[in-house]
T-cell receptor, first 113, second 115 residues
Framework: NAGVTQTPKFQVLKTGQSMTLQCAQD?????MYWYRQDPGMGLRLIYY???????DKGEVPNGYNVSRLNKREFSLRLESAAPSQTSVYFC????????????FGPGTRLTVT | AQSVTQPDIHITVSEGASLELRCNYSYGATPYLFWYVQSPGQGLQLLLKYFSGDTLVQGIKGFEAEFKRSQSSFNLRKPSVHWSDAAEYFC?????????????FGRGTSLIVHP
């Protein structure tokens, strides 16, 4: 099992460009999440998807959109990138069983110039 | 809404010394509590979790944590630190919201291990 995979690993964008970060999990989890990690700020939730077909805003959704393509895949789109979106982005998945453990991908390091 | 405070941004210990990382939470009901570790350039990995029952929980890599309801704390401990323990540590508190589980993470504590 690969767990949670993310592509790309690194990306540099110019202000105003758009891009989509891809995330896939092979653990058959219902819930998936997108976080951003900035120095000294911990992880902040951007969007989450409780199950296929549903998405909800997290703490910092402005400037982002998401798509839960199917049970495996959850993508994050930046329509018009801004320097404030320079960050490391993590995707995670979990299941609503007794575990509640989140499984994280390796992250995407995004720089917006 | 739940919140998590990790009061120490950096902790420096010598290899072989004991370790305690502090975590305080705010949540109205019985919380789900977690500690995650992040090695440089990696994603987060679960160290241990507390849902109910025994307030002293054991995790991977020799870590343990104790839930103290009266102090709203869930501190992480290790009796003897190894150089490979140098990493960022995150405490998280979770709540089930509707059909999903939404955790809140602390800002993290960076552990530096001196030889």
């Amino acid at each position: 099992n690969a767990g949670v995979t993310q592509t790309p690993k690194f990306q540099v964008l110019k202000t105003g460009q758009s891009m989509t970060l891809q995330c896939a999990q092979d653990m058959n989890h219902n819930s998936m999440y997108w976080y951003r990690q900035d120095p000294g700020m911990g992880l902040r939730l951007i969007y989450y998807s409780a199950s296929e077909g549903t998405t909800d805003k997290g703490e910092v959704p402005n400037g982002y959109n998401v798509s839960r393509l199917n049970k495996r895949e959850f993508s994050l789109r930046l329509e018009s990138a801004a320097p404030s979106q320079t960050s490391v982005y993590f995707c995670a998945s979990s299941e609503l069983d007794s575990s509640y453990e989140q499984y994280f991908g390796p992250g995407t390091r995004l720089t917006v110039t | 809404a739940q919140s998590v405070t990790q009061p120490d941004i950096h902790i420096t210990v010598s290899e072989g010394a004991s370790l305690e990382l502090r975590c305080n939470y705010s949540y109205g009901a019985t919380p789900y509590l977690f500690w995650y570790v992040q090695s440089p350039g990696q994603g987060l990995q679960l160290l241990l979790k507390y849902f109910s029952g025994d307030t002293l929980v054991q995790g991977i890599k020799g870590f343990e944590a104790e839930f103290k309801r009266s102090q709203s704390s869930f501190n992480l401990r290790k009796p003897s630190v190894h150089w490979s323990d140098a990493a960022e540590y995150f405490c998280a508190v979770g709540a089930q919201t509707g059909g999903s589980y939404i955790p809140t993470f602390g800002r993290g504590t960076s552990l530096i291990v001196h030889p």
